[in-house]
């Protein structure tokens, strides 16, 4: 423990760090580039995340880590764990109790309240990436909100499938400005972008770059005027704790074709349960 | 601007580009008034391209004055515009129709998509009215509209250009750059789209700037004619003067060099 800096990171790094935060704050929705550092975990990991987090985390901080939607998946339990010997800071699994949440792929269905940090990671940070190769004409485009492209491929997937085929990463624009691909949360999650009380930064490590949607800011998803946005939903509800519009996930629970719709989110799911909703196949 | 005006469309003067001691264009100038169609032929190196990716601006000239005088009637000079005007410019009111559909069309969406691009960039955000938008110009190009969701990699390439045209005269321009919109396509397809283009110019009034090297094409589209050669403007003036009385030397060759079949 004495071997590491608070948070593993140096000062020096978390300063750096901390302003590239700071101006993503200032300048929502915009990509600030950092100086991205090897962190004892492989890219993909959430490299991002934890070098946001590690920068942000103080003494008197709860940490939650939540691996879609989950608590305990090998992503959330080894970042916490992490955290747990670099910072000694408690951690928990409830929402509401969390100061510092990182999460990978999911914002949780408890709704965040003023005074929370919400941190995600983020594979690969420019909305524009597969619509324009070069780096150097995506950052024009951003300078100029050239952001026409990104309808032509909306225009694409609904005359290709009658909708727009989207799922994940669904691209918003930040403060009527900044076009920003919202790291790989469900479109389920994207309302809960808008507006919302908590401060949410996003971390990419290997493309070193740093966004941020600050508190009550405008996010609003992309959409055509005759083919609003619109989140999935599901014609039941979750197995486990009977609860009715949140991101559900499919479950196989059987070799023999069996399935079930459980809640995404393991800590809104537990909590339920224990106030004792019960759900059709719910113990 | 009205055609009261005796102001030209577009105004070029003494353009200059190099590429290192290679001279790529030296001192290029015409005049483009609006509703006219200007060839600039010459053989193949002699900077014709260059011209037009100058006036583009997908190459930075080295020296010279592009005065275009926009449809809200002021009169900007190209080179020195900032770079969110050129390019708003270049979407709005000009076209760029290029010579391998490969460079101007957006390969992996479809057809619908690649017309309704620019009303896009634009700030068009209804879905129906945009496919409504893509179906009237297909048709106007002479594609079918139930090719409307095909890939233009399902295209021939004379649908191809066509289709380039349709992508660009969608936002209206008032002018249109061409560079050899009829290469690479047989005598009876260029016929069509030739055709085709002649009618857009009388019929929008379209003023278009069209490189070609071919001089069958410059006698059928253009009203006027440079003539180059090393990048200079070697001979200029009427189309039919310049085909039936070249007076330059290298023009003399270029026009004898022709097969009359």
């Known amino acids: 423990m004495s071997a590491y800096n608070f948070a593993y990171l140096d000062e020096h790094t978390k300063r750096m760090i901390r302003r590239a935060i700071l101006k993503a704050v200032a300048v929502p929705g915009y990509q600030v580039p950092f100086g991205s550092r090897e962190m004892p975990l492989s890219y993909g990991w959430g490299t991002g995340g934890v070098q946001v987090t590690a920068s942000v985390i103080g003494p008197g901080d709860v940490l939650k880590v939540i691996d879609q939607g989950a608590d305990d998946t090998t992503n959330a339990v080894s970042i916490r764990k992490f955290f747990e010997r670099t910072t000694g800071v ?51 485009m951003h300078a100029l909100e050239e952001y026409g492209v990104m309808h032509v491929r909306l225009y694409e997937d609904i005359t290709r499938h009658g909708r727009v085929a989207q799922t994940y990463e669904y691209p918003v624009l930040v ?108 113990a | 601007m009205s055609l009261g005006d005796d102001r030209p469309l577009l105004s070029v003067r003494r353009l200059v580009k190099r590429y290192g001691p290679q001279v790529a264009c030296l001192d290029v100038g015409f005049d483009l008034w609006l509703g006219e169609v200007l060839g600039v032929v010459g053989e193949s190196g002699s900077g014709k391209t260059t011209v037009l990716d100058c006036l583009s601006g997908r190459v930075a000239a080295d020296g010279g004055r592009v005065e275009y005088a926009t449809a809200v009637g002021d009169v900007v000079d ?91 005269l969608v ?19 260029q016929a069509r789209l030739l055709d085709l283009l002649r009618g857009f110019v009388a019929d929008l009034g379209l003023s278009a700037i069209i490189v070609t090297h071919d001089l069958a094409v410059a006698r059928l589209l253009a009203h006027r004619l440079l003539v180059m050669r090393a990048g200079e403007v070697v001979e200029s003036g009427l189309t039919d003067q310049v085909l039936d009385d070249p007076q330059h030397p290298y023009s003399q060759l270029l026009v004898s060099s022709v097969l009359h079949p």
């Open chain 2, 171 to 189: 936002t209206r321009p008032r002018l249109v750059l061409m560079d050899e919109p009829t290469g690479g396509l047989d005598v009876s397809v």
């Open chain 2, 78 to 168: 190209v080179r020195r515009l900032d770079e969110p005007r050129r390019r708003r410019l270049l979407r709005t009111e000009w076209g760029v129709v290029h010579q391998n559909p490969r460079d101007g069309l957006r390969m992996g969406v479809t057809a619908g998509a690649n017309v309704g691009e620019r009303l896009m960039a634009l700030g068009a955000r209804h879905y129906g009215g945009i496919r409504d938008a893509a179906l009237s110009w297909l048709t106007q190009v002479e594609i079918a509209a139930d090719r409307v969701d095909d890939l233009p990699e399902t295209f021939s390439g004379g649908m191809q250009q066509r289709l380039q045209i349709a992508r660009n």
């Open chain 1, 90 to 140: 408690p951690t928990t699994t409830r929402t509401d109790l969390a100061t510092l949440i990182q999460s990978r792929h999911r914002i949780p269905e408890t709704p965040l309240h003023a005074g929370q940090i919400l941190v995600l990671q983020v594979p690969i940070p420019e909305p524009l990436r597969w619509l324009e190769p070069r780096e150097a004409e995506t950052r024009k």
């Open chain 1, 175 to 282: 403060n009527d400005r900044y076009l920003m691909r919202p790291s790989p949360i469900p479109k389920f999650d994207n309302p809960k972008l808008d507006m919302s009380p908590a401060l949410l930064l996003f971390g990419a490590g290997r493309e070193k770059r740093i966004y941020a949607v600050p508190p009550h800011t405008r996010v609003r998803s992309l959409d055509f005027e005759d083919h609003p946005f619109e989140v999935e939903h599901w014609d039941r509800p979750c197995a486990l704790c009977g609860a009715r519009g949140v991101f559900l996930d499919e479950i196989i629970v059987d070799d023999k074709g069996g399935r079930m719709f459980a809640c995404s989110d393991t800590d809104y799911c537990a909590r339920r349960q224990a106030e004792g909703a019960i759900g059709p196949n719910g």
